[in-house]
Every structure is written in structure tokens, then in C-alpha cells.
């Protein structure tokens, strides 16, 4: 009998050690899970801090010369206001807007110019003018008939604008108010402009 029971206990031996493997893998499996994802969320922490490192880096780093859009203006406009033609190469408001970018350079005054589109005449000119005017410019310069006429019939309501009239004469017409200049087209120009210009800001205090 008795000898019956030990080999019954025997025959389950190599099941009991079975099973007891098989719970010992299990335990092995499940604390090297838990290890792996310690390890997983750590290289991820790593890779994070590399990442933002490096972001950190990159963003201090300023290859080049500096943006000119950060550039500061000061709160004083020069306009310019052409014909339909705009500031194209050759053109007299070509030279005007050089010597605008000039006096900009030179005293942080904002610049922008607007061309008169549509019919060239004074009547569709006039209300190109009054956008400009709008924009309170200290200094606003006028290239082409239509514009200078209106130019000048605006200064004399508008002594605190200084205005430039290019419109190929050599002389200031009868009649024209003291905040205005006449400029002749040529190579003097954008050094006539940028010399008002810069005047202006200087009496602006800016």
C-alpha cells in the first residue's frame, strides 16, 4: 500500500515540478515586463530631454545676418504717390523711392508708396491723395502730373506735411505753398527727396 502511494506521489512529481517552472517563468516573465517598461519609459524621458536640448540649442542659434523686418521704425511716414506705373526700374518714382530707402536707412522713418490705377487724371488721382493723407504723413512726395496737382492743391490745407513735387519743372510755380519742394527728375532726385525727408524727422523731434 504503502508503496503504491509513494509511486502515486512520484508519478505527480514531474507535474508538481511542472507547474512550479511554469509559475517561476511567469514571475520572470512579469518582473522583466516591469523592467522593460522602466526601461522604456526612461529611454523616453532621455529622448525628451535630448530633443528639447537640442530644440534649445538651435533656437539661440542665429545663423545669418538679423531679420531687417525687426528692424525699429520710428512713428514718422514718408509716402510717395505715382502713376500707374508704381516704382517700375527707369521711372522718376523709381529714383524718388531710392532716395526714400535712403532717408530711411538714415533716420528709421517708415516709407510706402501707393500708384494711382485707373484713369490718369486729377479727378481719380484726388482720392489716392486723400488715402495717403489719411495715413498722416509727415512727408509726402508726388511723381506725375496728375499727382503733383493735387499734391499741391492739398498743401495749403496741410502745413504740417512737408510735400515733394516731381513734375519736371525748375522752379516752384506761382501760387505754391512754403511746405512744398519742387525736385527735377534726374540724378539729383533721390538725394533731393532723402535730404527733405530727413529735415522732417529732425523737426519732428522723432
Same mark, same amino acid.
Given at each position: ?10 508519478? *505527480?512529481?514531474?507535474? =508538481? ?14 518582473r522583466l515586463s516591469r523592467d522593460r517598461r522602466a526601461w522604456l519609459a526612461a529611454g523616453?524621458?532621455?529622448? $525628451? ?8 540649442? !538651435?533656437?539661440?542659434?542665429?545663423? +545669418? ?17 505715382? @502713376?500707374? *506705373?508704381?516704382? %517700375?526700374?527707369?521711372?522718376?518714382? #523709381? &529714383? ?7 532717408? /530711411? !536707412? ?5 516709407? =510706402?508708396?501707393?500708384? $494711382?490705377?485707373?484713369?490718369? /487724371?486729377?479727378? =481719380? ?5 486723400? /488715402? ?35 513734375? @519736371?519743372? &525748375? &522752379?516752384?510755380?506761382? @501760387?505754391? %505753398? +512754403? =511746405? ?7 540724378? #539729383? ?5 532723402? /535730404? ?7 523737426? &519732428? +523731434?522723432?
Open positions: 500500500m504503502k508503496t503504491r502511494r509513494a509511486w502515486r506521489a512520484n508519478d *505527480k512529481a514531474p507535474e =508538481n515540478r511542472y507547474k512550479l517552472g511554469l509559475l517561476r517563468a511567469m514571475t520572470a516573465a512579469a523616453a524621458v532621455t529622448l $525628451v530631454a535630448v530633443v528639447a536640448g537640442v530644440w534649445v540649442h !538651435l533656437a539661440g542659434r542665429q545663423d +545669418g545676418p538679423p531679420d531687417t523686418r525687426a528692424r525699429q521704425y520710428k512713428e514718422f511716414d514718408a509716402c510717395l504717390l505715382t @502713376g500707374d *506705373k508704381g516704382i %517700375a526700374q527707369g521711372t522718376d518714382a #523709381a &529714383s524718388a523711392w531710392q532716395g526714400m530707402q535712403r532717408a /530711411s !536707412l538714415q533716420t528709421r522713418a517708415r516709407i =510706402n508708396y501707393v500708384p $494711382v490705377t485707373g484713369a490718369q /487724371s486729377v479727378a =481719380n488721382a484726388q482720392p489716392f491723395l486723400n /488715402s495717403l493723407m489719411q495715413r498722416h504723413c509727415g512727408v509726402l512726395i508726388a511723381v506725375g502730373a496728375p499727382q503733383t496737382r493735387v499734391a499741391r492743391e492739398a498743401a495749403a490745407d496741410h502745413a504740417e506735411v512737408r510735400f515733394v513735387l516731381v513734375d @519736371g519743372t &525748375s &522752379s516752384k510755380p506761382r @501760387g505754391t %505753398a +512754403g =511746405n512744398v519742394t519742387v525736385a527735377t527728375p534726374g540724378d #539729383a532726385l533721390p538725394e533731393t527727396v532723402a /535730404s527733405v525727408i530727413q529735415r522732417a524727422v529732425e523737426a &519732428s +523731434g522723432q
